[in-house]
């Protein structure tokens, strides 16, 4: 190649190396770069799931951990119900209080166990600083319940709760409870009065029959068992309170409603005379029972223990009735009955 020819190339290369500089320094006409936006200048909408009640929850704190779901799937929380402590319950001061929530698994993140439900703003209520929230497949419901005391002074005080998982990270709307502390009633000012005027107190009416049970002796005794033995009952009239006689006792008593403990009180007496009536010309236990006390008791000895209402008992009972200030019919019926029993 000729000098000329060199000289030639070299020029070439020279022009085609300022033209190729010239072009990248100065953009096109009518073109215009716009730059890539910057992590500040992103911006993110995130909607708040309502808390009970329907109403808008509280903004989250600005301190709040960022939630960075795992890669495929959204974590997320949505309210059902309240299971229990309705909006603006009224409680009185220093009440405990157990709020349950019905909440859903709304994403596509299973809620695995460790996650928990924890207090992020508000009043605290006295309440623990979370709890766990129960593992729940996609679409599942669960209750959370966390339990609560209502502070002492009036007001109304909300608690704002939400779920984390158990690295931290929260996700899903706010829940809350929120409840009203009243006002104390004042009670009306009484003027005071005189201490009110007490009367003595009565004492106990103490019943004049006589008791008898198991292990008793006498008389009466007698007189009881041959009563017992005139409603039917089949027992010995030997004058001893034995266990035969109380079972016969307790076996009268049910029959006729009464408490059936084997011990004879003025109800049972009651029970035991209100059918024998006794005059001349009657025969039985019953009369046996009436004649052994006049014998026994009252020292009439001139009539015989025999079951029969002859004119010798008839006068008997006469003669007894006067000396107790009873009419001397020579009839014995409640009141004689009653004083015969009870006795001199």
Known sequence: ???????????????????????????QSGSTDTPSPTATQAGEVVAATPGSG??????????????TPTPGCTFAAAYVADVTVPDDAVF????PFAKTW???????????????FAYISGDPLGGPASVALPAAVVGA???????????????????????????????????????????PTLAPTIAPTAAPTIAPTAAPVVSDWPTYHNGNKGPNVYALQSLLKAEGASITADGIFGVATQEAVRTFQTAHNLTADGIVGEKTWRALI?????????????????????VNVYGYSNIAVDGIFGPATRNAVKTFQTEHNLTADGIVGENTWKALIVGP
């Open 102 to 116: 019905r909440i859903r698994n709304s994403g596509t993140c299973d809620w695995e166990s460790g996650y928990l």
């Open 141 to 183: 419901n669960v209750d959370v319940t966390v339990n609560f005391v209502s502070p002492d002074a009036p007001g109304t005080y909300r608690s704002n709760w939400q779920a984390q998982t158990s690295s931290g990270e929260r996700f899903g709307g706010q829940f809350y409870v929120q409840i009203i502390v009243p006002e």
């Open 54 to 67: 329907g109403t808008t929850p509280e903004a989250a704190s600005t301190d709040a951990p960022t939630n």
């Open 1 to 27: 190649m000729s000098r000329k020819q060199i000289g030639l190339l070299l020029t070439f290369l020279i022009i085609t190396t300022l033209a190729c500089a010239t072009s990248k320094a100065t953009p």
């Open 274 to 294: 209100q059918n024998h009536v006794l005059k001349q010309g009657v025969t039985g236990d019953a009369v046996s029972a009436a004649q052994h006390l006049l």
């Open 92 to 95: 009185l001061p220093n009440t």
